[in-house]
């Protein structure tokens, strides 16, 4: 049996903690869709476009992984795409709670599709977007966190917009 699995989530911009468990992900399914949620709501400081381009470019290596947009509920997107499986990174005992009550949802949403979690690697536990994109926006040294076209994104970005944070 073919399995696609789902690695969701707002990706901005994606860090070497997601590369991470997308690499691990991609080991264990036939197929892995990182899915990049437009996540309105969060306001986010790269465009929906921009942070498919960046995940597309970052996980160019992985050849069973691809990237697609989604709006809307997961489960919905999950099922559009004939996915059996949503991935989740457990970075810490704190997400812990919150994960499950999202993996119960879903499961109630669309009882086909199972969620697995995959443990963070110690080194990134701490690690977040937006943590990254505090770094930056102060003008800190955010490169190991992240693949060296985040940080081009980054400063193109700023370019654009003319300043950095206060
Ligand atoms: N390494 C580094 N950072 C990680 C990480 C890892 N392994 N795992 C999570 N994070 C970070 C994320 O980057 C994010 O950082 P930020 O808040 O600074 O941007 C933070 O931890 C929270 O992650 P997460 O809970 O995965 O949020 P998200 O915004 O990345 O993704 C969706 C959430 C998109 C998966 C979820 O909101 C969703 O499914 N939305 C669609 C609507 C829906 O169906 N909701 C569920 C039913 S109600």
Known sequence: MHVTAIYPGTFDPMTVGHTDVAERASRMFDEVV????????????F?????????????APLGNVSVQPFEGLLMRFA???????????LRAISDFDYEVQIAGVNRHLEPSVET??????QDYTFLSSSIVREIARHEGDYSSFVHP???DAFQRKYAE?????E
Do not use: Q
């Open 79 to 89: 099922k559009s795409i004939d996915c059996r499986v949503v991935i989740r990174g």
């Open 116 to 121: 697995v979690f995959i443990a963070a690697s």
């Open 161 to 165: 917009l003319g300043e950095f944070g």
């Open 34 to 45: 990182i899915g990049v949620a437009a996540s309105k709501r969060k306001n986010p400081f």
């Open 149 to 151: 076209v985040v940080v």
């Open 47 to 59: 465009s929906l476009e921009e942070r498919v381009s960046l995940a597309t470019e970052i996980t």
